[in-house]
């Protein structure tokens, strides 16, 4: 058994009393992190890949490591498929940029959801503009999951790829990611798997979903910001030409051209965020040795109890799949409060020292288009959350309605 409440103490900024339920925007960081980026400044701070010395020998090994950990972590084959970029956003970018530059032609089909992140819908329009392609968005039923018919109808569109969120940051919906990802391969679509919001939160296996991409950030699992990774195949990396050209990502260079490194380094032009790495690699640690499978569960028993507390307080609405189907959702619970806006419940809930997040959680087409609000306030939970501190929230919805005289 896992001891949650004690865990709470390895999050110094915890120690502050506040109640932070925003862990879908970014996480908060153990001391083993914090101590693991220290530590690099403090005693071997050196670039890698270059020094023949030892503190460069060994920040390049703590950098390898990070990644051995990162693969580890997520199934994947071997470190060299594990592209450290600056975040989920520049890893969906790079397949666009990359992968999507070669392969997409004029007139051909790129597919994602209206359930999307920005970052996994900017790329693709940018991408469609360039080179002439469609663009097309499976819906969502029932404002909660995606229309699986829907899914299937657009698959024989013969897109050339696939993009989709395996857990919505505004729904909490989480995605079939495996069965997903066997239908686009039957038609014959490449599927990139947005993981920013699942890889934190539950255990994630690339072999068993079989995706050929896939991206998550580092400030949403424990680690530092400002490094992310792209997870691809290995032929898809092989074939694909790099984005970024600089030093550590060539292998010779003479006036007239260039050649390329080995993966992963081939996509890693210049010095690299090795601190974040390093911290990283202590985030990665720090979670496996939880375990994911028990911060799933820890999540759901939260969210349920969020849900259930939330379903009985008059003229609040929970957005997403509903209290009978905590299997299919995360740890994010978006709400309103009817009449009240969700930046004024924001500003409320911060007088009472917890912090919430209100807006369209950059994902403006799904919260306007498909839920028809302007915003929504939403609560997201990590393995640090607990019971008290859903009530936190609970007394600060009553605190909102008080104020604006909601029944
Ligand atoms: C589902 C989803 N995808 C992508 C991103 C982008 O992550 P980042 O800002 O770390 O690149 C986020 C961030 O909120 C997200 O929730």
Same mark, same amino acid.
């Given at each position: 058994?896992?001891?949650?409440?004690?865990?709470?103490?390895?999050?110094?900024? *915890?120690? #502050?009393?506040?109640?932070?339920?925003?862990?879908?925007?970014?996480?908060?960081?153990?001391?083993?992190?914090?101590?693991?980026?220290?530590?690099?400044? #403090?005693?071997? $701070?050196?670039?890698?890949?270059?020094?023949? @010395?030892?503190?460069?020998?060994?920040?390049?090994?703590?950098?390898?490591? &990070?990644?051995?950990?990162?693969?580890?972590?997520?199934?994947?084959?071997?470190?060299?498929?594990?592209?450290?970029?600056?975040?989920?956003?520049?890893?969906?970018?790079?397949?666009? !940029?990359?992968?999507?530059?070669? /392969?997409?032609?004029?007139?051909?089909?790129?597919?994602?959801?209206?359930?999307?992140?920005?970052?996994?819908?900017?790329?693709?329009?940018?991408?469609?503009?360039? #080179?002439?392609?469609?663009?097309?968005?499976?819906?969502?039923?029932?404002?909660?999951?995606?229309?699986?018919?829907? *899914?299937?109808?657009?698959?024989?569109?013969?897109?050339?790829? !696939? %993009?989709?969120?395996?857990?919505?940051?505004? !729904?909490?919906?989480?995605?079939?990611? =495996?069965?997903?990802?066997?239908? %686009?391969?039957?038609? +014959?679509?490449?599927?990139?798997?947005? %993981?920013?919001?699942?890889?934190?939160?539950?255990?994630?296996?690339?072999?068993?979903?079989?995706?050929?991409?896939?991206?998550?950030?580092?400030?949403?699992?424990? +680690?530092?910001?400002?490094?992310?990774?792209? @997870?691809?195949?290995?032929?898809?990396?092989?074939?694909?030409?790099?984005?970024?050209?600089?030093?550590?990502?060539?292998?010779?260079? &003479?006036?007239?051209?260039?050649?390329?490194?080995?993966?992963?380094?081939?996509?890693? %032009?210049?010095?690299? $965020?090795?601190?974040?790495?390093?911290?990283?690699?202590?985030?990665?640690? @720090?979670?496996?040795?939880?375990?994911?499978?028990?911060?799933?569960?820890?999540?759901?028993?939260?969210?349920?109890?969020?849900?259930? =507390?939330?379903?009985?307080?008059?003229?609040?609405?929970?957005? +997403?799949?509903?209290?009978?189907?905590?299997?299919?959702?995360? +740890?994010?619970?978006?709400?309103?409060?009817?009449?009240?806006?969700?930046?004024?419940?924001?500003?409320?809930?911060?007088?009472?020292?917890?912090?919430?997040?209100?807006?369209?959680?950059?994902?403006?087409?799904?919260?306007?288009?498909?839920?028809?609000?302007?915003?929504?306030?939403?609560?997201?939970? @990590?393995?640090?959350?607990?019971?008290?501190?859903?009530?936190?929230?609970? /007394?600060?919805?009553?605190?909102?309605?008080?104020?604006?005289?909601?029944?």
């Amino acid at each position: 058994m896992v001891d949650f409440e004690n865990a709470r103490k390895d999050f110094p900024i *915890l120690e #502050k009393g506040m109640v932070y339920l925003d862990s879908a925007a970014t996480s908060q960081k153990p001391a083993s992190v914090i101590n693991a980026v220290n530590e690099y400044y #403090k005693n071997y $701070n050196a670039n890698i890949h270059r020094g023949i @010395y030892k503190i460069s020998e060994l920040a390049t090994e703590k950098y390898v490591e &990070s990644k051995k950990l990162a693969a580890k972590f997520i199934n994947a084959e071997n470190y060299e498929q594990i592209v450290y970029v600056r975040n989920a956003t520049e890893a969906l970018n790079l397949v666009a !940029l990359s992968w999507g530059e070669r /392969n997409i032609k004029q007139g051909d089909v790129i597919l994602t959801t209206k359930m999307e992140h920005h970052s996994n819908m900017v790329p693709w329009q940018l991408l469609a503009i360039r #080179k002439g392609a469609k663009l097309e968005y499976v819906d969502i039923k029932d404002k909660a999951e995606l229309d699986m018919e829907d *899914l299937e109808e657009k698959l024989t569109h013969s897109p050339k790829i !696939l %993009a989709f969120t395996h857990v919505s940051n505004v !729904l909490g919906t989480i995605n079939d990611a =495996k069965g997903i990802t066997k239908l %686009a391969h039957r038609a +014959g679509a490449k599927v990139v798997v947005d %993981a920013a919001q699942s890889v934190p939160h539950m255990p994630v296996d690339v072999k068993e979903i079989d995706c050929d991409f896939m991206a998550f950030s580092s400030h949403k699992m424990l +680690g530092p910001s400002g490094i992310g990774v792209l @997870y691809a195949k290995r032929n898809l990396l092989e074939e694909m030409e790099p984005v970024l050209g600089g030093g550590d990502m060539i292998r010779t260079v &003479s006036f007239e051209k260039s050649t390329w490194n080995d993966l992963p380094w081939k996509f890693e %032009a210049g010095t690299p $965020n090795i601190e974040g790495a390093i911290g990283f690699g202590a985030a990665v640690k @720090y979670l496996s040795e939880m375990g994911m499978n028990n911060i799933r569960e820890h999540e759901k028993a939260i969210t349920k109890y969020a849900m259930e =507390k939330l379903n009985g307080i008059s003229n609040v609405q929970v957005y +997403g799949p509903t209290v009978e189907n905590t299997e299919k959702r995360a +740890g994010v619970v978006s709400f309103g409060i009817r009449g009240v806006h969700p930046h004024d419940i924001s500003s409320i809930f911060d007088e009472e020292n917890v912090a919430i997040r209100s807006g369209h959680h950059c994902a403006m087409p799904l919260v306007t288009s498909v839920l028809n609000e302007p915003a929504t306030s939403r609560m997201s939970f @990590y393995l640090y959350n607990n019971e008290k501190d859903v009530d936190a929230a609970l /007394n600060a919805i009553n605190k909102v309605k008080r104020i604006f005289k909601i029944s």
